[in-house]
């Protein structure tokens, strides 16, 4: 992709809002959207004020698509082309916004873990509890540390408005094609409210038992023992909201959630074929160890004043915990292998990310006296960060003890000029990090564990192991940078605008997978080049046409960082960090209109992206991003109808074939395609909602995208797509 799609972009009547114009009618008037506030963006003014492509996911949208896929995570990559199709797995590694990493949030906490990724970011609340999504696209530092590809928000449920009692309940249930025992799964959820004066308080529990799954030609989808399922799983969610009206118009807010997804290890992984075309699939049995898990606690307590001086006051207090476990594989891997442990090829083992977050965020916003066509906002934001990577059978570090503290002042200023057709929005961001390490010794050096010889059983944790065995010098690395942004705004009439926009996002490399694999002597880290940040910009140019019935978007942007992150996979399965200045460039067009028949709307999104990277080193970018690090380009469909008490949504996804070029490219990881359909019917009585959904409509058989561009002789990463899935619901509202 070259700049010829800038001028692409300009000549279209279509742009980029991709969740936002296919999962909603498009306004009424333009000034539909000024009482939305996206909170991601850390301020009070409209979206339409902002140089920003951003997306709301609402609730009825929301509820949609958990219907569907029973995700978040795959709600919000349904619904935006340039999210990565997930991986149907625990894990999200590889799944991008933009082609970079997002960062997930809830209500502005980050549930991302830059220093040592486990990608279960994803599943951290369960969906029933959020009230919307907000996507804001491209490398920025909003919300500081992880935002490269942009920042995926959670919104939860408000506080009650009116006195008295009132909430909802979900009973749902779901089964495969085949309607087998084993792939049948069900859903209990409730929410209750109370408000009484000043006082409110929101309690919630949803409880989520699920079943295997099967692809199109009805076998079981293979299990990925190590990073973890969704499938074969029990889910409990708890979730409280306890607020104060200390005054009038001022605040208190207590919100406290707990997710915990555990697996039933009920099944053992049967390899696959990828030469053959065969999937890997799954066999009762019980895998050695404990079963995958994850686990997230999250308390925040905030003071919000809307008016205080005249201004907009924010501030958050937050503490956050995740426990990640990893599943065991049937063969011993061999970097956990340890001979004086026990003989090589004999030790079992499995790990787990411990990670603890601290942190505040205040802010003020406010016009300035007598200027009022200016807007500033001042704050500043703390995070401490301590994480590690434990072997839990023998309680060996393989990632030592990781500390990051960040201090970050910022400000913004918003300048409305010609009232208001003109805008020039604009500030900066001050990161000081330090990142701490005591002293460690990295794992056994030069092991081997033999792999199997059927053919059947080719390469998986097995083979030689790359760690050094060696001490390694501790330290405190530190880096400060200034992240700027900038931008202009033309709305020459309400509902049209268009807009160009710059700004720098940053985070660390995967320190845990950098330190880990270590297998020098003599490292010191103080001086250890790898740990230096990512800094990525964001470059866009967008057009926004929404008026009467349509809703149109379309956006150009590129980014580039000169010390990028690629992941890299071993033979033995585990990703390796390279450090490559990476291009990114991309075009975004969505398209909603709202049909003459009442309540009919049909919508259309696509994204193209390109990446590249620096394969040898000599400044210039040379070869393209792979399946692990960029999505697929993307065409969506989608009509919705609401009209009374009837709604429905049809949607399908085209995925595109993709080649990768460039020196080493391995042409058996080129991107086939393929097509998804999916379908939801709800109708409203006196007693509550009854909804059908459909996912795979048409139980089109598929491997997913990351096992289609990934590891082309690992028979046991040959996974298939969900094929048809049934899930009919109840939901009640009093």
């Known amino acids: 992709m070259n700049r010829r799609y800038f001028a ?30 996206v909170t991601a963006a850390r301020t009070v003014l409209p979206p339409n004020a902002l140089p920003l492509t951003i997306d709301l996911i609402d609730k009825q949208a929301l509820e949609q698509q958990i219907a569907i896929s029973g995700s978040i995570a795959d709600a919000v990559a349904t619904l935006t082309p340039s999210f990565s199709p997930t991986r149907q797995k625990l894990s999200g590694a590889g799944e991008t916004l933009r082609g970079r990493a997002p960062l997930y949030a809830i209500n502005g906490i980050p549930q991302s873990n830059p220093l040592r990724d486990g990608s279960r970011d994803g599943f951290t609340i369960d969906g029933f509890f959020i009230d919307r999504v907000e996507v804001i696209y491209g490398s920025n530092a909003l919300q500081g540390i992880g935002g490269t590809g942009g920042i995926v928000n959670q919104v939860t449920v408000g506080a009650p408005k009116a006195d008295g009692v009132s909430g909802r309940f979900l009973l ?37 038992i699920r079943g295997i799954f099967r692809d199109g030609e009805g076998r079981p989808v293979g299990i990925n023992l190590t990073q973890g399922e969704t499938m074969d799983s029990k889910t409990l969610s708890l979730f409280g909201r306890f607020g104060y009206a200390v005054t009038d118009t001022m605040r208190l807010d207590l919100i406290a959630s707990r997710y915990e997804m555990k697996g039933d290890g009920d099944y053992a992984p049967v390899a696959g074929n990828k030469a053959g075309g065969i999937p890997t699939t799954q066999t009762r049995g019980t895998p050695p160890g404990v079963p995958a898990a994850s686990r997230t606690e999250s308390v925040a307590l905030s003071l919000t004043d809307p008016q205080l001086g005249g201004g907009n006051f924010v501030s958050q207090l937050f503490w956050n915990r995740t426990r990640d476990t990893f599943g065991g594989e049937p063969n011993p891997i061999a970097s956990f292998q340890d001979p004086v442990i026990a003989p090589v090829g004999t030790l079992f083992d499995q790990s787990q990310n411990r990670s603890r977050k601290v942190g505040a965020k205040i802010s003020y916003e406010r016009a300035v006296p007598g200027f009022e066509a200016l807007t500033l906002i001042a704050g500043f934001d703390a995070l401490w960060d301590e994480s590690e990577q434990r072997l839990i059978a023998t309680n060996r570090a393989w990632v030592p003890p990781t500390r990051f503290r960040s201090f970050a002042p910022f400000g913004q200023a918003n300048l409305k000029l010609f009232d208001g057709i003109v805008r020039l929005a604009g500030g900066a961001r001050y990161e000081d990090v330090k990142i701490s390490i005591a002293d460690y010794h990295t794992l056994a050096a030069n092991t081997f564990v033999a792999c199997p010889t059927p053919p059947a059983v080719p390469t998986g944790p097995c083979g030689p192991s790359t760690y050094g065995g060696v001490d390694v010098g501790g330290g405190s690395p530190s880096f400060d940078d200034v992240l700027v942004n900038g931008g202009l705004i033309v709305e020459p009439t309400p509902g049209i605008r268009a807009y160009a926009s710059y700004a720098e996002g940053y985070t660390v490399p995967d320190v845990g997978r950098i330190t880990r694999a270590v297998s020098r002597t003599g490292v010191d880290i103080d001086n250890y080049l790898d740990i230096a940040p990512i800094v990525s910009n964001n470059r866009e140019i967008g057009v926004e046409v929404k008026r009467g019935p349509l ?95 009837l709604s429905a949504r049809v949607q399908t996804q085209f995925y595109l074939a993709r080649t990768f070029r460039g020196p080493g490219r391995d042409a058996r990881n080129d991107f086939e395609g393929y097509n998804l359909t999916d379908a939801i019917l709800r109708y409203q009585t006196r007693l509550g909602g009854i909804s059908l959904a459909v996912q795979n409509l048409f139980d089109r058989q598929y491997i997913s995208y990351a096992s289609d561009t990934q590891r082309p002789t690992d028979n046991f990463f040959n996974f298939a797509g969900r094929g048809r899935t049934f899930t009919l619901g109840w939901d009640y509202r009093f």
């Open 551 to 645: 809703d149109a978007t379309a956006t150009y942007f590129w980014s580039t960082s000169t010390k990028g992150q690629l992941l890299i996979a071993r033979p033995d399965g585990i990703f390796d960090v390279v450090r490559q200045r990476v291009e990114i460039e991309g075009l975004e067009l969505n398209l909603a209109v709202r049909m003459p028949i009442d309540g009919l709307t049909l919508s259309a999104g696509y994204a193209h992206i390109e990446g590249r990277f620096d394969n040898d080193g000599d400044g210039a970018v040379d070869t393209d991003l792979d399946g692990a690090n960029i999505s697929p380009d993307r065409l969506n469909l989608a009509a919705a109808y609401a009209k009374g008490p």
């Open 172 to 208: 749902q249930g779901t089964a495969d094609d085949e309607f087998s025992g084993a792939g049948m799964g069900g859903k209990a959820a409730g929410l209750v409210q109370y408000k009484a004066g000043r006082f409110d308080a929101t309690v919630g529990a949803a409880y989520e």
């Open 8 to 37: 692409a972009a300009l000549a279209c009547t279509v742009l980029s809002s991709p969740a936002h114009a296919q999962s909603a009618a498009a306004p009424d008037s333009a000034d539909a959207d000024e009482a939305i506030i």
